[in-house]
């Protein structure tokens, strides 16, 4: 029979396949979100993400370097605070977790570049992203404390801020507020467009910052949505954000695409909690083959767009590269 297209010529074996593949991984993309708490000599795994730890600012350090030595260059730090308010006053307070801990590591990991998580979950009692007005998040004030709460990270050494909370307006009040006060060089990279997923539910037991009443439906995005998801990114990018994210990964590359192609920053996308403890668990029982599972997942972001892959396997993904496994 006649046919002059041939894809399999293109797999005839290894060399050629690696040759004319349109995405690769790299380490120099991935970013390693880690929890920080108060106390000394903790390394507590949390239950729902096994092989993931919350940290006390000693092994936090410990871990920073291990990171840094397999080659992820790149955190996103979460803080657990001890004590939390009604008006989050850990989240700005600059001896707050989060500032300490990056003081510590700025000075014993100069090396490592520091992103930090914006918001107040972690903070309040009532754990909502900002401060209530009856039983809803009050957008405005929350605006001046989230602002608050990013120059005391850059103060403390933060190389990025990274805001999560989701409120309209936020990305220009930190802007302004950087900017003042003599930051006008730490980038913003806004969780521009970022959904109400289940998939944030290990993240919460982690970072104890479930919502005690109600939802985030108020604020975070509705999932049968993308073209609102276009205009969050488009808002943030007008009000200055220097990358933006789409969050989470997996079931959202169609929307990762589609910000991709509208605008001119780079894109950066969080496979989430909940991915990880998927994975893990089907792992665990022996399902899956988990490292194969994390490669295609990684390259699957990159494909749809990302530039930037915010990971809790960056670590196993650096050594998967290293070791050949995947690429
Ligand atoms: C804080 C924040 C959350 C995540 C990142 N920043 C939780 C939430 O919005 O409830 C989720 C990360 C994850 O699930 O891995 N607002």
Known sequence: MEMIKRPRRLRE?????????????????????????????????????????????????????????????????????????????????????????????KKAVPDMYYITDVCMCEYTSHGHCGVLNGNDVDNDPTLELLAKTALSHAEAGADMVAPSDMMDGRVLAIRRKLDENGYSRVPIMSYAVKYASAFYGPFRDAADSAPKFGDRKTYQMDFHNVREGIKEALTDVEEGADIVMVKPAMSFHDVLTKVHDVVNVPVACYSVSGEYAMVKAAAQNGWIDEDRIVGEMAVSAFRAGAQIYITYYAERIARLIDEGVIG
Request: charged share 25%; no cysteine; glycine share 8%.
């Open 13 to 105: 074996n290894a060399v050629i396949r690696k040759m004319v593949r349109e995405t690769r991984l790299d380490k120099s993309s991935l970013v390693y979100p880690i929890f920080v708490m108060e106390g000394e000599g903790i390394t507590e795994e949390i239950p729902s993400m096994p092989g993931q730890y919350r940290y006390s600012i000693d092994t936090f350090i410990v871990k920073l370097k291990e990171l840094l030595a397999h080659g992820v260059s790149s955190v996103m730090i979460f803080g657990i605070p001890d004590q939390k308010d009604e008006i989050g006053s850990g989240a700005y307070d600059s001896n707050g977790i989060v500032q300490r801990a990056l003081r510590a590591a």
